[in-house]
């Protein structure tokens, strides 16, 4: 299970870079830098699945839940929330550190 979360967490990490290296090249190209929300990434992924995210959040789990937090979450840069979600599955499949102190080959 460590290992599937850490290989996981760094596919994530590695599409957060080639997002943020997407969007500076792109903002290079402008003159001003403009991120790609995660919003309209998951929109162009999921075109027909995506609209239907705010109707089940908001009935089946809490209103709450959908305005003030996803609706921010929604408008962050998609390489800011790869990247933080990518660490955090490193993070928790990381291998528990060896005691200090203690002998292990007896």
Do not use: C, Y
């Not at 957060?16 to 290079?28: A, H, K, L, Q």
């Not at 789990?61 to 998609?78: E, G, M, N, Q, S």
């Amino acid at each position: 299970m460590r290992f599937v979360l850490r290989v996981i967490g760094f596919l994530v990490i590695v599409a957060g870079f080639v997002s943020f290296v997407i969007d500076s090249t792109r903002g290079i190209a402008n003159g001003h830098f403009d991120f790609t929300p995660l919003g309209a990434t998951l929109f162009a992924l999921l075109p027909q699945s995506f609209p239907l995210i705010e109707p089940a959040v908001a009935r089946h789990i809490h209103p709450f839940l959908w305005d003030p937090v996803l609706l921010t979450l929604f408008t962050a840069p998609t390489w800011v929330v790869a990247l933080v979600i990518g660490v955090l599955a490193m993070w928790i499949g990381r291998r528990k550190p060896e005691p200090i102190g203690f002998a292990t080959d007896r």
